[in-house]
């Protein structure tokens, strides 16, 4: 998938070629520093980028529909909420503030036809239930509730019409920690009590560690290495991924976290070759060519042509 961006310096191609494949009850984790593109690959998949968007070019196969085939009004009722929904980054401010909350859970069920006002109620009671409210929170107005609580809204309205992909983008990053783990655990629950695949994106890949069955790295809109948790997380081998492991502080260790020297490219202006190269303590002159992504034989993908795929 290929997303772009007019501006006024020209155009700027912020997701370049990324390409996965979520099972159902797995859970991709997609992790990056600010401006690497995640959001714009969700917005993407949801179809809900901004007006200076180009459309996406690529394929999104859900459920064996062709999604970007579909046309705006045929992903909105098809797609949009009742197979695909999402928990957006800003989840806060994004409940309507005089709209009961209950009303606006209510609201992508009776969008998606077929279900009247009594059952899509009795349906909005069993979702707060799942998310751990008590059934009066559905009278209540977003004002009366607390950061934790808003965002168990959000996440009652991904689930209201039973996707079979929900997209978490950067779901717990307004919240204080212990609210933030509150939120993971109950994620993680609906995780394994639901065959939902997600796509979790996150700057933190302490938090990806968390949920993610799988891991993808993602550098100025390309994914440099995506695989297993475990392979991620126990063994990186792309550079960068290795810098983003030795940047996060560890408990008991006396190994000072280190920072990833340099700044992320101006997207506009890619450097040319492999875009880490600037950054990249493996760099050589071999690095002015632009890496494919190569498949390895233990199954993980890796973006760099200092790694040869055995
Ligand atoms: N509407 C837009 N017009 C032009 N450029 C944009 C637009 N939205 C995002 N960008 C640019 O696209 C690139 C990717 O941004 P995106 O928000 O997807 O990254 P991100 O990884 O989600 O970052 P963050 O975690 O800070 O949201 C950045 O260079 C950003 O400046």
Redesign the pocket.
């Known amino acids: 998938m290929n997303i772009s961006?007019?501006?006024g310096e020209g155009v700027?191609q912020?997701?370049g070629g990324v390409s996965f494949t979520i099972e159902a009850g797995k859970t991709l984790a997609v992790v990056?520093?600010?401006?690497?593109?995640?959001?714009?690959?969700s917005?993407g998949m949801m179809r809900l980028?901004?007006n200076?968007?180009e459309l996406p070019t690529g394929r999104i196969i859900l459920d064996g529909i062709d999604c970007l085939k579909l046309s705006v009004n045929e992903f909105r009722r098809q797609v949009r909420w009742q197979k695909m929904s999402m928990v957006f980054?800003g989840a806060l401010d994004s409940l309507h503030p005089v709209r009961r909350v209950g009303d606006q859970i209510a609201e992508p069920i009776l969008l998606g036809g077929g279900t009247g006002k009594a059952a899509a109620d009795a349906r909005v009671i069993d979702l707060l239930k799942l998310v751990r409210l008590p059934p009066e929170t559905a009278r209540r107005y977003p004002h009366e509730l607390s950061g934790g609580m808003k965002q168990r809204i959000m996440i009652a309205m991904a689930l209201s019409c039973s996707p079979r992909l929900v997209i978490l983008d950067?779901p717990t990053s307004a919240l204080d920690v212990i609210i933030q783990a509150q939120i993971m655990n109950l994620l993680k629950k609906l995780k394994s009590d639901f065959k939902l695949a997600g796509l979790f994106?996150t700057?933190d890949l302490a938090l990806a560690s968390d949920l993610a069955d799988n891991i993808a790295v993602?550098y100025a809109?390309e994914f440099v290495e995506m695989g297993t948790a475990e392979q991620i997380l126990l063994d990186p081998r792309h550079p960068y991924t290795r810098k983003l492991l030795a940047s996060i502080p560890r408990l008991g260790s006396t190994d000072r976290p280190e920072f990833i020297s340099g700044t992320p490219p101006?997207?506009?202006q890619l450097p040319d070759g492999c875009y880490f190269r600037p950054r990249c303590p493996m760099a050589d002159e071999s690095c002015v060519v632009h890496p494919v992504i190569k498949r390895f034989a233990d199954g993980r993908q890796i973006r760099c042509g200092q790694l040869e795929a055995e």
Request: overall charge positive.
């Open positions: 961006y007019r501006t700027l912020a997701v990056g520093e600010s401006g690497a593109g995640k959001s714009s690959l917005l980028l901004p200076n968007a980054q950067e994106i700057h993602m809109g101006r997207m506009i």
